[in-house]
Nanobody
Framework: QVQLVESGGGLVQAGGSLRLSCAPSGRAVSSITVGWFRQAPGEGREFVAAIKWATTTYSEDSVKGRFTISTDNAKNTVFLQMSSLKPDDTAVYYC?????????????????WGQGTQVTVSS
């Protein structure tokens, strides 16, 4: 069983930055796949980024070049650094853990989920 706690969401103006944190209990971040997803109002859950060891993958269309996923093994925390934020980035952001091989980018391949943290970008 993995429990995930996200933090770092908030209200920011367009062009600003936020850093989200995800702390999984029960597993070392160095040994698991951790992904970030987001869900805007009225929309489905969308893949954002994932990391395992130093290998990362991003949603090509929407966030690559603006968001960076990373880990701090000493703090057992995964971060999502978000820069050049746009109003379209407004969503609830979730971190999740997958027990699958590789870096899955679909919701159903992640077994454990956090409660989500709200990110709101004003224009």
């Amino acid at each position: 069983q993995v429990q995930l706690v996200e933090s770092g969401g908030g209200l920011v103006q367009a062009g600003g930055s936020l850093r989200l944190s995800c702390a999984p209990s029960g597993r070392a971040v160095s040994s698991i796949t951790v992904g970030w997803f987001r869900q805007a109002p009225g929309e489905g859950r969308e893949f954002v980024a994932a990391i395992k060891w130093a290998t990362t993958t991003y949603s090509e269309d929407s966030v690559k070049g603006r968001f960076t996923i990373s880990t701090d093994n000493a703090k057992n925390t995964v971060f999502l650094q978000m820069s050049s934020l746009k109003p379209d980035d407004t969503a609830v952001y979730y971190c999740a853990v997958s027990g699958r091989i590789g870096l899955p980018n679909v919701e159903y391949e992640y077994e454990w989920w956090g409660q989500g943290t709200q990110v709101t970008v004003s224009s």
